[in-house]
């Protein structure tokens, strides 16, 4: 090889390494005159080997703009309960809620209502009145979905936040957890730091900060969506797209880069995905889109140390973190589906 392009090479490696990391790998160098010589040891950066290899279901949702996925061939996800990745779906036109959540959760507190809709004639309404949290809603894995080589499991949901989302002249934090991907055995407590033996989640939060004079404040006030994850090793983990904030001992945060502000008042479709890793490897993924453009993606992750440590669940959140404000404030919720595939913003008629 001429020295130049060893020189690209090495120079590619050198600035990777600085951003990613080093693992160590043995290389065969060929002769010009098709000899070999012994094999070497070499170094390649993390994020060569972790997400250029990956499946080709792991693919999908990565392209640069609106990425399509199952949803697509389901206009305003009509029917779309019939994909065979389709966990299953809630658009609100029974007129009721009827996605099966844990002691019917979701239904209860959840008001199904024809006035702000996203797609056809209804949509759940959501109601924080001063001093109310709100409840975790939970939807149980199927054993099904966790067949097949390199497993992932997706959750979208549109939604659309009330200006009541203000919190006034005091411009205070505001936080609602939003929805995700959980593995929490019954016998494990969530209370202790993830090991890779007990529990893990890839989840999206949204949060509010202010006063800003930027100009997708609204009314001064900032308003984000962005991925979370609680895992054994959240210092190994590489943001790909977005950056990683917030790392402590078994959690970090992945802020896109720059924030996709959100706007009081807008539908906005967002979703969720975890790439399962397997057992004790660094090969796992969390990612997160908004309208199927891709804001987060981390990689070399670790969840899971065992096998038998499929994801459990799928949270739908009822949950605000924040609950001392004297208004009720309102959100909007519609098109919710849960995949096994990538499934994408709705397509709209």
Known sequence: MKRNMWFGFGAAL??????????????TFPEKNGNDIAEAKVYLPLVLLNYENIPDHWRNGLAAGVNWGVAEG???????????????????????VTIPTEEDRYRLN???VSTMVYTGNYAGEHTWPQGYNGPTTRYEIPDSANTGSRPTY?????MNFDDSFHP?????????????????????????????TNWYNAQVQFVGWG????????????????????????ADAVAVVGELANISEYRFSAYATPFKYLDFGGWHCYEVGLYLNTPGQYD??????????????????????????????????IHRTTENFPQTMIRWTDNIVLSTRYIGPVKRE
């Open 14 to 27: 050198l600035i990777s390494s600085f951003l990613f990391g080093l693992v160590e790998a043995d290389y």
């Open 74 to 96: 389901y206009p305003n996800d009509v029917g779309i309960t019939a994909n065979p990745y389709v966990l299953d779906a809630e658009d609100f036109e029974s007129g009721t």
């Open 211 to 234: 006063p800003s004079s930027k100009p997708e404040a609204n009314n001064r006030y900032l308003w984000v969506g962005h991925l979370y994850s609680y895992n054994p090793y959240p």
């Open 284 to 317: 796992g993924e969390a990612r997160f889109w908004i309208d199927g453009i891709l804001q987060s993606r981390v990689t070399n992750m670790r969840y899971r140390n065992v096998e038998s440590l499929f994801p459990t669940d799928m949270h739908l959140n």
């Open 168 to 196: 006034g002249e005091g411009f205070e934090g505001v936080g609602v957890k939003g929805f995700g991907v959980f593995s929490e055995p019954d016998w494990a407590d969530t209370n202790e730091p993830c090991d890779g």
């Open 154 to 158: 997706f959750v979208r949901m549109c």
């Open 110 to 112: 959840t008001t199904v």
